[in-house]
């Protein structure tokens, strides 16, 4: 079952930072965190979306609407 995680700020800056200097607007991205530090694994253009699925009815939508946003602001 899914669950909820709140990431730590300094996993939210290395995720923004990689979005930025990618110019990607999606990704998937893949962390593990080793001797407290968090590394940066892979990007995932494609990535499976099914864990948010399972966190609660509203998810998926969000995730979509925040995608059309973007799209549309550019």
Known sequence: QAEFYTPPKNLIDL???FM??????FAGLDFIKIDGRFL?????LSPGLEGI???DDGTP??????LY??????
């Open 69 to 74: 946003q973007r799209a549309v602001s550019q």
């Open 61 to 66: 939508q969000r995730v979509l609407d925040a």
């Open 20 to 25: 930025r200097s990618s110019k990607l607007d």
């Open 53 to 55: 699925s399972n966190l």
């Open 40 to 44: 940066f694994l892979e990007s995932n």
């Open 15 to 17: 995720a923004q930072d």
